[in-house]
């Protein structure tokens, strides 16, 4: 049986080889797997159900496509075959008892199938389903753990060994993950929408968090001997785009890409040779991907001119650009930086943005009145086993010629932090306060 | 990955003529679904080679040659700078280009851009030796 629309010889390759067939398949669902699982996901109300349509969709296509040739839409293909199996499936559940409860759902499907009208959901309503994937997929029901694994199955399209490989967890966690998250959500009866206006604002926050985790897990990376992992930046980036097109009233959501944009800039100037990390202040900014600077700048401009009040994000973004417009570090506007802090400080305070506020105040008006600000912090329970809390200290301490303070301060921040090759950073620095030959 | 994506010029690019209306919406309606689809990083089009220079290099001479230049397939109309996964992808994003005007074939040629990885200043051999030692203990823990 021959499925979907236009899947004959026009402009399609004849004889094409299985396994470019199979290359082509997998660059058609990167490109079209969310919008399909969306679209699904608001005929069937089920996103596990959703997926599985389209997983149907993919299967016949690696079936099919080798002898009949690549259709000239191949996401129309896959929608029109996952909407057939979705009527097969109905007809066959239509035996059982237990499905006549949903027959009103079901004739509502059979009602949208029976338009022929292909055409009419390539418009808009693809970007309202993305929209109602996105949120349905970072809903708070769901830990956070679930809700990253169920975006980057979902929306990101990536299989669950790559969710694995990226996070350095077995695939079978990822995949326990995966199940356990569709479970919740039609335990919950987690309806396939957009919030409500009035929930807006949180749901957002949720889905931005999901994807600037994304982006840590691949930028800052938490694992203890740890590295970049550029596929999870480059996840976080694409999916922070999209949303920037799906959303664009949004002022934070520029923010979040503008700030992701900038510090990916710096990823090829922030690890040495060895592995070793360095500091913004010592990167060869030659080495910044000046073409993502310009794209963070655009979309801070954008997050700024959106209306709206500024965010934390923006506000973040804002002082990463500070730091992007200096072409080499003397340059940086320290002010501008700290102000920009105070306004962080207000929206989201916490002993982390004030020790970063301390480290610009040092910069922009000296280590004195830095230190005071940093002796402040080390009561607070927060910072007490923050390694940064004493390296910052430290370094203070050095700036005023204070050594031997500066040397216990970086051999305290030895002792906490758990990434090994900061610890041998911090670990050289110690040994620079004893030295005999000045700075 | 990033691919440069070259729009090579056509006799009637190179002759200022206007493509189409069909085509400029087309082209239009593109362009929006890769900054949509998170893949575009950037893309102009490129005025003909009758407002152009080449410059000629021959050890330290410099020879500035003004255009027109009669070689059309040699030449470019416009670019793309794509984010993607794979080449396939991109292959996939550029068969979505809206057909040329009746009358003008077209070619488009896609290259990768050389990634940091390729001039091999990021990892030393030892620190990917350890990663990949990592990656099998996690896979081989399934």
């Keep these: 049986m021959r499925e979907g629309p236009g899947s004959a010889r026009t402009g399609a390759m004849p004889l094409v080889r299985t396994a470019d067939v199979n290359r082509t398949v997998d660059a058609v669902w990167r490109i079209e797997s969310a919008r399909l699982i969306a679209g699904l996901a608001r005929l069937v109300r089920d996103v596990g159900l959703a997926e599985d349509l389209a997983q149907e969709a993919l299967v016949a296509a690696l079936e099919q496509w080798p002898e009949s040739g690549v259709p000239d839409n191949p996401g129309a293909w896959l929608m029109a075959t996952a909407r057939n199996r979705a009527v097969d499936r109905l007809r066959r559940a239509e035996v059982h008892e237990r499905k006549t409860r949903e027959l009103g759902r079901e004739i509502e499907i059979r009602g949208e199938i029976a338009e022929p009208d292909l055409a009419a959901d390539i418009d808009d309503p693809f970007d309202d389903d993305l929209l109602r994937l996105v949120f349905t997929c970072c809903h708070p029901v769901l830990s956070t753990d679930a809700r990253v694994a169920l975006t980057l199955r979902l929306l990101g399209g990536l299989t669950t060994q790559e969710i694995a490989r990226a996070y350095l967890v077995s695939e079978s966690t990822v995949a326990q993950r995966i199940v356990r998250a569709k479970r919740t959500l039609s335990a919950a009866r987690v309806p396939f929408e957009v919030p409500a206006h009035d929930e807006l604002a949180d749901r957002l926050a949720s889905v931005l968090e999901v994807i600037y985790l994304i982006f840590n897990e691949g930028y800052a990376a938490s694992a203890g001997d740890d590295w970049m992992r550029p596929e999870l930046i480059d996840e976080a980036l694409r999916l922070g785009r999209i949303l920037a097109e799906l959303l664009p009233a949004e002022p934070e959501v520029h923010g979040l890409v503008a700030l992701m944009e900038l510090h990916a800039s710096r990823s090829r100037a922030r690890v040495g040779g060895a592995g070793e990390p360095i500091l913004l202040l010592d990167q060869d900014r030659s080495h910044w991907d000046w073409l993502l600077v310009g794209r963070g700048l655009v979309a801070l401009e954008r997050a700024q001119t959106s209306g709206g009040t500024i965010g934390p994000y923006t506000l973040q973004a804002a002082i990463s650009a500070c730091h992007a417009r200096a072409r080499v570090a003397e340059d940086t506007d320290w002010d501008s930086i700290v102000a920009l802090y105070d306004g962080l400080a207000q929206l989201t305070p916490s002993p982390v943005v004030e020790l970063n506020r301390a480290v610009a105040v040092g910069m922009a008006c000296g280590p004195e009145a830095a230190l005071e600000l940093v002796e402040a912090l080390a009561s607070e329970p927060a910072l007490r086993e923050f390694h940064l809390l004493p390296t910052v200290r430290g370094d203070l301490l050095a700036k005023l010629g204070r050594r031997e303070e500066a040397r216990l301060e970086f051999q305290r921040a030895a002792s906490l932090t758990h990434n090994s090759r900061e610890r041998a950073v911090l670990l050289s620095r110690m040994a620079g306060c004893s030295s005999r030959n000045g700075d | ?142």
């Design chain 2, 1 to 142: 990955m990033r691919v440069m994506v070259l729009v090579k010029a056509t006799p009637e690019s190179e002759a200022g003529e206007m493509p189409s209306e069909r085509l400029l919406s087309e082209m239009f309606a593109f362009n929006e679904e890769l900054v949509k689809a998170g893949v575009m990083l950037a893309g102009e089009g490129i005025k003909p080679s009758s407002d152009g220079v080449r410059v000629k290099f021959s050890g330290s001479d410099r020879k500035v040659i003004n255009g027109p230049f009669a070689e059309t397939k040699e030449l470019l109309a416009g670019y793309w700078l794509l984010q993607v996964k794979s080449m396939d992808e991109a292959i996939e994003w550029v068969k979505r280009v809206p057909n040329p005007d009746p009358g003008t074939d077209g070619v488009i040629e896609i290259r990768p851009v050389f990634e940091t990885e390729d001039f091999g200043d990021e990892l030393t051999p030892e620190l990917r030796e350890k990663e990949e030692r990592l990656r099998r203990e996690v896979e081989a823990n399934r």
